[in-house]
Nanobody
Framework: VQLQASGGGLVQAGGSLRLSCAASGISLEMYAIGWFRQAPGKVREAVSCISGGDGDEYYAESLKGRFIISRDNAKNIIYLQMNSLKPEDTALYYC???????????????????WGRGTQVTVSS
């Protein structure tokens, strides 16, 4: 079982990035998958989560309208499209999963039991 995040990098403010979370060994339909981030010296925060069955989505209030989460069940990949990036979006982003959970639960309770290595996102001003 593995979650592997990729797609991070250095981008100028106002730019876009798409992160990918490749899941192996699990069925996305059974798990809520979420993106979380942590910047140096700051607390970890939930970015966005998506439920397994119906694909219900949850977003951090401050990120609504700029970030979009999606999934490709056939490829077993979760995406995070990040637009209009700001320097304060700079952080290590990682994906995590919780079996039989809902997007809102995962993103608010941080009850994940699977997670992968993160991918660094750096936004320059």
């Amino acid at each position: 079982v593995q979650l592997q995040a990729s797609g991070g990098g250095l981008v100028q403010a106002g730019g876009s990035l798409r992160l990918s979370c490749a899941a192996s060994g699990i069925s996305l339909e059974m798990y809520a998958i979420g993106w979380f981030r942590q910047a140096p010296g700051k607390v970890r925060e939930a970015v966005s989560c998506i439920s397994g069955g119906d694909g219900d989505e949850y977003y951090a209030e401050s990120l609504k309208g700029r970030f979009i989460i999606s999934r490709d069940n056939a490829k077993n990949i979760i995406y995070l499209q990040m637009n209009s990036l700001k320097p304060e979006d700079t952080a290590l982003y990682y994906c995590a999963a919780e079996l039989k959970s809902r997007a809102s639960e995962l993103c608010t309770r941080f009850g994940y039991n699977l997670w992968g290595r993160g991918t660094q996102v750096t936004v320059s001003s």
